[in-house]
DNA sequence: CGTCTTCGTGCTAACGTTAGCACTACTGGA
DNA sequence: TCCAGTAGTGCTAACGTTAGCACGAAGACG
């Protein structure tokens, strides 16, 4: 690799008169600065980051920490955070937990033995305790989900309120029997999903049981297809369902269509973000669609403002973004009832 | 930071002792290597890379740079990639370029100022000269699709046969108005593609006109739309449609469903990759499938490989992946005439 | 003509880590 | 007892870059 010293050498002059001329100092004259940048650009020169950093200067990597990049809500954030950041010369790391702790611990060592500038996590549900304090070291914002050993800067939806008008969609068309499969409550954002569907029912006058609820894995498509076909089993089988993760409405909607199940007439379904492919599934699914651009374009505006900042903690950051309910033709009053009100 | 000379000085030994100890090196006496791994592990020391790497040590970036990580396809390669790489103690770069050879050389030049360890490239359609030569100073490996100033390390697919395949398909259930929608020729990619289709068409007996192409820029959804609009219209339309991208294939399903136009009925589709969803479309989507997985775990090895060898350039390297024909309901003969022979 | 300023450049040290060499204190054999 | 060998540790330089200081030449001003 060419350095700073092969460019001085050839040219006859120093190392730091290079380096001012790269750097573009007022100090060098015009005709030397020439030179240099002819030299450099002839020999290929490119500067060493690694150099830079060990004198002071601060990294230009940003990593994002997720469980999957397949499910493409995380890969929306990428894109937005990559496009966002690109623009302002940082470089996205990209670190997949399969939300697991230690990998995601694994990982977090790596980030930090790189220092990364910054890191954007959506954190494995009990992050290892090395983990925690590996990020007190980096400046980090959680997405999505949320961990309060992790602080207190976090983008995320407003969970109980985008579940609590999927269900209530559901209720006000006269469902009494709805179920609700969605991811473990271990996670803030499970909990908080579970809390607005049974919001919604009471809300309805409907009793708890009436819903019944199924929790998963995250990321589990699989877990989709299992929960369908349990619920569809037995007298008393829900007429509605409504659904608490992207990857289980995958899943979910893979099952009912090998299986045929008729939607709406037999079962209808509220799902949870919105892919391509959601608005062709059967008769069009009605979901729960999350604001991703604007949360992505939302982390990158306040990390790259926190990273110039150089200010330490500039305290708690809460930003939530509501879901809004995106209707299609997968939701009906059951047995052809008209809808009591409508939404 | 904490670094070497801080766990030194509080034990009252020497930085040398404490590098020596902490890479477990022989001559350091076990009692000395505890004290530093515990004063060290209290003290939430990090190695910092950046160091490490000035005194000659390799980056354990491996970056990929693609089009737009949205792209499912994508998004697959990168979990695959990341997931190999990971357990080699390699982390992921994402760079996506939107197809842009200034983007793409803003980012090369960033990843060569960075060191990154190797890249796993799909290149835009013509790189920009600097591209080309920053390349040449990092381990590279260009993936899908190949440009020849990039070197001749490939992997990809066989675009001519599973074109081939998927068109010689609909001619073998009597089709012989059948229209292509492809990327363009000005990558290799996309004039193989294009060649498979034609290769079907005369292996058929159809003359080269028999088929309507319409080239569109990559990556565009919206293209696809536009042109099923186009097709759609006039006396002698095509009775069956071959795609040649991914992303095209989503706008052309988006539209047909829109516009309710009957599949197979009025027109047979071969759709070109299979994403979630493809299954579910309309009767289900007949598509060109493509062995993503087995081809991103072949590039992490090889590269995995080459990087451990530190041997400069083992030769030229291609490895060419078939695709598969997936059929489902998407595809029937022309009003309702037998296939001649099924394939 | 001497001093003061300005311009352009060079020298040196420092960032954190590691490898080569040097040094000390033992141990064992002649 | 003396020397060789070895175990354990320290000192120093080097990686590429940059910032602080110093230096020489040239021009300005009294």
Redesign the interface.
């Known amino acids: 690799?060419i350095t700073t010293r092969d460019i001085a050498e050839r040219l006859g002059i120093s190392v730091s008169t290079v380096g001012r001329a790269l750097s573009d100092d007022p100090r060098i004259s015009e005709e030397t600065k020439f030179r240099v940048r002819q030299a450099a650009s002839e020999m290929?020169y490119?500067?060493?980051?690694?150099?830079r950093?060990?004198r002071g200067a601060s990294s230009?990597?940003v990593a994002?920490v997720i469980p999957?990049?397949?499910n493409?809500f995380y890969?929306?954030i990428?894109?937005e955070l990559?496009?966002n950041m690109?623009a302002e010369?940082f470089?996205?790391?990209?670190?997949?937990t399969?939300d697991d702790r230690m990998?995601e611990l694994?990982?977090l060592?790596?980030?930090?033995?790189?220092?990364v500038a910054g890191v954007i996590i959506v954190p494995t549900a009990r992050p290892h305790g090395d983990s925690v304090?590996?990020l007190r070291?980096l400046p980090h914002l959680q997405l999505l989900r949320r961990h309060p050993s992790l602080g207190s800067q976090w983008f995320g939806v407003d969970d109980h309120e985008a579940l609590r008008r999927g269900t209530a969609h559901l209720v006000a068309q006269g469902h009494t029997r709805i179920a609700y499969v969605g991811g473990p409550t271990e996670l803030p954002t499970g909990a908080e999903r579970l809390r607005g569907f049974r919001s919604a029912l009471s809300e309805g006058g409907l009793p708890d049981d009436a819903g019944r609820t199924e929790l998963a894995p995250p990321s589990s498509v699989d877990h989709g297809r299992q929960a369908v076909r349990r619920l569809l089993k037995g007298p008393d089988a829900p007429t509605a369902l409504v659904l608490g993760s992207i990857q289980l409405t995958?899943g979910v909607?893979?099952e009912l269509?090998e299986q045929g199940v008729k939607v709406p007439g037999e079962l209808s379904v509220v799902g949870f973000g919105d892919?391509?492919?959601?608005?062709?599934?059967?008769p069009g699914l009605t979901t729960i669609g999350l604001p991703i651009q604007e949360m992505a374009t939302g982390c990158a505006l306040w990390l790259m403002r926190r990273l110039k900042a150089k200010g330490d903690n500039d305290g708690p950051y809460t930003s939530v973004s509501p879901g809004s309910l995106v209707v299609r033709g997968s939701t009906a009053p059951p047995d052809g009832k008209t809808p009591a009100t409508s939404d």
């Open positions: 690799m290929g490119v500067g060493n980051r690694a150099a950093m060990m230009n990597v994002l999957d990049i397949r493409s890969s929306t990428a894109h990559s496009k690109e010369g470089q996205l790391m990209l670190s997949e399969d990998v694994r990982h060592r790596e980030l930090s033995a790189n220092r304090k590996l070291g995958l909607l893979e269509s892919e391509p492919g959601f608005s062709w599934w059967g």
